[in-house]
């Protein structure tokens, strides 16, 4: 059974401390992964920064100390108990294994390790029993698959989803930091760095990742692949399309699903206030609904706008918001590392 991410936490205070890596810590994600260690309290003896070549020496502040950017050589032959990758595909291809090969469990947030048959994709709420001891690469999923599966898997398990069709409204934070600057220098009108092919300010994008021979764009297959593999279920028919657009707080979905069983609203609401890791936000009179300015530093999945698809049987809209870099990248990430602690996998 499942735990819920508070009791894998209280729990994993009880086990002997770690040396935990961040690999990637200068990027937006391995800044925010410092941030989530701290709130969570997550214990261990040694911290160990990583970066590129470039930054090696150079000095991040972690609870009031110094910690300089290390090597991959040389985080690799300090072989510590967890590193957390953000450091994009080609790097965790090279390097993950490597770190594996020492013992190390390696939890990462590319896209690299995603569709492996041989690796875990795991969101801690839905699937984390499925880690055992021999698993020393973890998949992190993306963003955009994290929230709408924490929405949905507790309403596939009571209802069944026949066919899933999502559009997201994705903030610049999930490209990185050039795309976040580029978004202020057009703001103020300066020249810049820029990281999309058109202006992102006063626009919408349709163009997340590149496009495929299928004429989807990489992220859309993602969504797709992902949410069959964490489900456990390739029956379901999905159907993606997703968009740039110029928010900073968080990623947004347009939810539509169709289920093989018929539903009931009040349940549906009621199942959803229940899920971990949901927070439900769904009182329209009084104009309450889920937006990324107010998910912005939060680990929860909102939802809300719940209603049913009247133009055919079985079938619910609902709008879901999460911070893309919380939930969608580091608190799952770290969560993981809870999990399987909590489960003695690591010490």
Not at 21 to 33: D, H, M, W
Not at 57 to 71: D, M, Q, R, T
Request: one cysteine or more; aromatic letters at 6%; glycine letters at 8%.
């Amino acid at each position: 059974m499942i735990g819920t991410v508070g009791e894998c936490v209280s729990f994993a205070q009880n086990f002997t401390t770690m040396r935990l890596a961040i690999v990637g810590a200068t990027g937006l994600v391995g800044q925010e992964l410092l941030k989530v260690i701290e709130e969570r309290n997550f214990e261990f003896d040694e911290l160990l920064l990583v970066a590129s070549s470039k930054n090696v020496g150079k000095k991040i502040s972690y609870k009031g100390k110094e910690h300089a950017i290390v090597s991959m050589e040389a985080a690799v032959e300090a072989a510590p108990d967890v590193a957390i990758f953000s450091a994009g595909g080609s790097t965790s291809l090279e390097w993950a294994p490597k770190f594996a090969n020492r013992g190390t469990v390696v939890i990462d947030n590319s896209s690299a390790w995603r569709m492996d048959p041989n690796k875990k994709l795991i969101v801690p709420e839905i699937n984390g029993s499925a880690i055992t001891a021999e698993d020393k690469i973890i998949a992190n999923p993306n963003c955009s698959t994290i929230q709408m599966v924490i929405a949905l898997a507790p309403l596939h398990k009571r209802y069944k989803l026949k066919r899933i069709v999502v559009s997201t409204y994705q903030s610049v934070t999930g490209t990185g930091k050039d795309a976040v600057e580029q978004l202020m220098n057009e703001r103020q009108g300066i020249e810049g760095v820029r990281v999309y092919p058109y202006r992102i300010d006063l626009n919408a994008l349709p163009h997340i990742d590149v496009f495929q021979d299928n004429g989807y764009t990489k992220e859309e297959m993602k969504m797709v692949k992902e949410t069959h593999k964490i489900l456990g279920d390739s029956t379901i028919g999905i159907t993606s399309t997703t968009v740039r657009i110029p928010s900073i707080g968080g990623h947004s979905e347009a939810v539509n699903a169709e289920f093989h069983e018929e539903f009931d609203l009040t349940e549906v609401r009621a199942i959803l206030e229940t899920a971990p890791g949901v927070v439900v936000q769904d009182d329209v009179k009084k104009n309450i609904y889920p937006m990324p300015i107010l998910s912005h530093g939060r680990d929860e999945v909102f939802v809300g706008r719940i209603r049913r698809d009247e133009s055919q049987p079985k079938t619910l809209n609902l709008w879901v918001v999460a911070d893309n870099l919380r939930k969608g990248a580091a608190t799952n990430a770290v969560q993981i590392a809870e999990f399987m602690r909590s489960a003695g996998l690591v010490r």
